[in-house]
């Protein structure tokens, strides 16, 4: 029995959302249902992983904007990756990235960039993927840097969040649940990201509520409010492994009573709550993960974090062509 690949049709939207359930290592952003948010932003080249006309694999893929030979796993979300349940392991993985690049090639691209799933996402072990990007002769280009918690073993937050939390708690912080509360917190998002670093938020404040009705168990909004006045909050998205802080912002009054620290702290138990075994802060990198803003993350790593990566690879579909 050998492996094929097809390409992905809108019919197969509902299989595919039912294959990343049971998935090891999907989470929301692989499902058509978040993917589809972005509308024809991406060209999609998305493919479905077959044997014998059983789906064993799902390859999220589109054409990197501007650049019509080169795909990419996925331009429109953090990671993209090959997704299986467990059957493509060792040399059938390779097999299963040879049928990809063999259809890409026919399709006139000539790379293609692998953004892998980080480890702490999956169910279970399985980073066959990069052992057969290894064999087939890809190359890191790209290594960013996030800071994650171990739940089951917590590394000792740091006097400075202690005396943080202490503050914030003095302060009479109110932490507050509810995508109600996204207006609110979007405006806190959208100033500081202009006034730091001349950008605006992923997600405009449509979209992320668009998400959040699509995904009410998934998409979670923190908030602490002061006088009744929001002042700082988390965006958190849950997997079936963590809780990702997907958003995390201040306003300086939020930042002045260390407002940040409650909730993350809320945002943290609420994860141990519901048995994940990850908290994830998500990286502290800029371009392209050659500069480590260093600051930002002593901070995530105050919390009891350590080091996690997300990895990057290229491969060049020409060579053993």
């Known amino acids: 029995m050998s492996l094929n690949v097809r390409t992905y049709s809108p019919d197969d939207a509902d299989a595919w959302d039912d294959f990343c359930g049971d998935s090891l290592q999907a989470t929301l952003l692989h499902t058509r249902r978040f993917l589809s948010y972005h509308g024809d932003r991406f060209a999609d080249r998305s493919l479905i992983i077959e044997e014998d006309g059983k789906w064993v694999g799902l390859f999220p893929a589109a054409l990197s904007p501007g650049e019509s030979t080169c795909v990419v796993s996925h331009p429109g979300i953090t990671y993209g990756g090959i997704l299986h349940q467990g059957g493509l392991r060792g040399e059938r993985m390779i097999n299963a990235f040879t049928e990809i690049c063999r259809c890409y090639r026919v399709q006139g691209c000539v790379r293609l960039i692998y953004k892998a799933v980080p480890t702490f996402y999956h169910q279970a072990l399985a980073q066959d993927d990069l ?89 979670r909004c923190v908030c602490g409010r002061l006088n009744e006045h929001v002042v700082a909050g988390v965006v958190v998205f849950v997997t079936p492994t963590a809780h990702h802080a997907q958003y995390i912002a201040s306003s300086d009054e939020g930042y002045e009573i260390s407002a940040l620290d409650a909730i993350l702290e809320h945002c943290i138990d609420a994860a141990v709550q519901r048995k994940m075994r990850w908290f994830d802060f998500g990286i502290s990198n800029e371009n392209q993960g050659m500069v480590l803003n260093e600051g930002l993350y002593k901070f995530k790593c105050e919390f009891g974090g350590g080091g996690a990566v997300h990895e990057f690879y290229e491969l060049d579909l020409l060579v053993g062509d």
Request: proline share 3%.
């Open 131 to 219: 052992y057969a990007l290894f064999r087939l002769g890809a190359l890191r280009t790209r290594c960013d840097l996030s800071s994650a918690i171990d739940l089951q073993h917590r590394f000792p937050v740091s006097e400075r969040r202690r005396r943080s939390l202490k503050k914030a708690i003095k302060s009479g912080i109110e932490i507050v649940e509810g995508n109600q509360y996204l207006s609110a917190l979007w405006g806190v998002l959208t100033y500081n990201l202009a006034n730091k670093h001349g950008v605006k938020p992923v997600h405009t404040l449509e979209e992320i509520m668009m998400l959040s009705e699509r995904f009410p168990a998934n998409i």
